[in-house]
């Protein structure tokens, strides 16, 4: 199918009027969803990921985003963020020996933070900044 790709512009224009049309949308599907629909008003062809459209949802300063998250039997690796794809660093505590253990990460972009068993996202809600 011929899929094309909208611009980050045409994006932010399109969660802009989801939220406005829609205000509160509480799963990461149903966003994206209706940022889709917004998208397919101006072409039916365009298609993005739900990824792309959190990520700019995130940057944008449009968009209050809520998080809540399971914690998995998983550890957790050093890498990035599983929710804006930014930089996490490690959240160290002191030990009585002087010395530093690593007890998460933490992403200074979107607040995103896991202990030592990956923190994984389940649920999203977007709201609308005031
Ligand atoms: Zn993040």
Redo the contacts with the bound molecule.
Sequence with gaps: MPYRKPSDTEILDAIKDALRRHGIINSQRKFSELVMRELRRHDPDYSVSEPRIRRLALSSGLVTIEMRARESDEKTSAGL?P??G?RTEKIRNLTVYGGTVTRGYR?K??G?WTGLKRRVPTLYIFSPKS
């Design positions: 963020c929710v804006c930014g992403c972009g979107c995103y």
